[in-house]
């Protein structure tokens, strides 16, 4: 019996796994096309429940071998990705052009040193440096890099890095203007190094 016959026969359109497991139900049916779809629309010694169930346990069944399947994959996967750092070697990485963490740290544990605000560190560039303080963002931590054995880097998360003061000849703010971003450390400005 052809798929089109069945659905003209009984008005239900299946999909193509519940169409096999009518097929197979059909081949083992005692009467013809005309019977057996008559047999299937009244139930009859729940035939269409016997398919339909046949139908659902075939569906969960290929449900849990794609799931199985997949786990498997994911696994596989994370033995490659595990391997393939081994064989980078990744290892921490600053940039020696910006401030290395330890300086920034020594500073902020130094007797003395304060913590400034936004307005606070816009207000020291400003009369030191002369940047327009509409214009300025402060940026409060730095990003955390690793590198490669073949120089390629990747960025792993963010340390805090707010704006700090001590002295005069001893502080340190990062931040942009217009399309710029700086450091000044120690009253000495210079770019910062992506």
Not at 6 to 34: C, H, N, V, W
Request: hydrophobic share 30%; charged share 35%; with cysteine.
């Amino acid at each position: 019996m052809m798929l089109e016959e069945f659905e003209k026969r009984t008005g239900y359109f299946p999909t193509l796994e519940e169409y096999e497991a009518i097929e197979q139900a059909y081949m083992s049916f005692d009467g013809d096309k005309d019977a057996f779809c008559k047999a299937y629309k009244k139930n009859e010694g729940g035939l269409a429940e016997k398919i339909q169930y046949k139908t659902n346990l075939q569906r969960i069944n290929t449900q849990r071998e794609t799931e199985k399947t997949l786990e498997e994959y994911k696994a596989k996967i994370a033995k490659l990705e595990k391997s393939l750092e081994q064989e980078l070697e990744w290892k921490t990485y600053e940039d020696k052009d910006n401030v290395q963490q330890e300086e920034y740290e020594k500073l902020a544990k130094a007797a003395g040193t304060k913590e400034l605000t936004d307005d606070e560190a816009k207000e020291l560039l400003y009369d030191w440096y002369g940047f327009a303080k509409e214009k300025i963002k402060i940026l409060r931590s730095v990003p955390v890099y690793e590198v490669n054995r073949h120089r390629q880097l990747r960025k792993t998360g963010e340390i805090d890095r707010p704006p700090l003061y001590n002295a005069t000849d001893w502080h340190y703010i990062r931040f942009n203007c217009g399309c710029m971003c700086y450091e000044l450390q120690d009253d000495t400005l210079r770019p910062y190094m992506h």
